[in-house]
């Protein structure tokens, strides 16, 4: 019985790449000259630290452009509220991977509102879909594309 699993991945030599471009331009930044920051990342987070809260703000903003230069969605930023002291300000980004619990319901209750022949079933954080035919799931695929979650989805595992 052909099948597909829906997933959410994150490419992060993708991501530690755009993290290297921020770093790179904001070394030779006019207004970043003088300034004491930092970028930080790991596998769930990029942390972000400067002086003051309008430089971490210029600093998320040339993150997510580099972000979005590598091909990478800007859903999976979850971007955290900003922590201010008198001598720093730093802002939390989290990094957004798998299908969560209440995604895949969603997705789930998606397939089963189309009145498509397939069917879909949770396993931890993908989603797979089963159908009789290869013409179904290509309009199940074609159906989630249009469903907007708070991660991006991708299709991967196609068995005929």
């Not at 590598?70 to 971007?79: P, Y």
């Not at 802002?91 to 069917?119: F, M, N, P």
């Not at 159908?131 to 309009?139: C, T």
């Amino acid at each position: 019985m052909p099948s597909f699993d829906v997933v959410s991945e994150l490419n992060h030599h993708e991501m530690q790449n755009a993290v290297d471009q921020t770093k790179r331009e904001l070394e030779s930044r006019f207004d970043f000259r003088g300034v004491d920051w930092k970028i930080a990342q790991d596998a769930k987070q990029i942390t972000l630290e400067s002086n003051s809260q309008h430089q971490v703000r210029a600093m998320l903003d040339l993150l997510r452009l580099k972000v979005g230069k590598r091909g990478i969605d800007q859903i999976v930023l979850d971007v955290q509220d900003m922590e201010s002291d008198i001598a720093k300000s730093r802002q939390k980004i989290l990094l957004k991977e798998g299908v969560h619990a209440d995604d895949a319901r969603v997705i789930q209750k998606a397939i089963k509102d189309s009145k498509l022949k397939v069917q879909g079933s949770i396993q931890g954080d993908k989603v797979r879909v089963t159908g009789k035919s290869r013409d179904d799931l290509q309009a199940a695929i074609a159906l989630l594309k249009a469903t907007k979650l708070t991660v991006p989805l991708q299709f991967n595992n196609f068995r005929d």
